[in-house]
């Protein structure tokens, strides 16, 4: 599978409480911070729920 690079580049402090928890299960917790992940369905549907807090490129 493929790997994608996920950065935090907004703050979470507006967000709910699913989307702060979802940040850390990305292993995201500060602005900037960057994390590699395969690319499967969940750590996708993850990242769609989160798409306004973070970015996303193929690595």
């Known amino acids: 599978m493929s790997k994608i690079k996920i950065k935090q580049v907004r703050s979470s402090?507006?967000?709910s409480k699913k989307q702060k928890a979802t940040l850390?299960?990305?292993g995201l917790r500060k602005i900037n911070?960057?994390?590699?992940?395969t690319s499967?369905?969940?750590?996708l549907g993850m990242v769609t729920k989160?798409?306004?807090?973070?970015?996303v490129e193929k690595a």
């Open 13 to 15: 402090i507006g967000a």
């Open 24 to 26: 850390v299960a990305l």
């Open 33 to 37: 911070a960057v994390v590699e992940h």
């Open 40 to 43: 499967t369905a969940v750590i």
């Open 50 to 55: 989160v798409a306004h807090l973070v970015e």
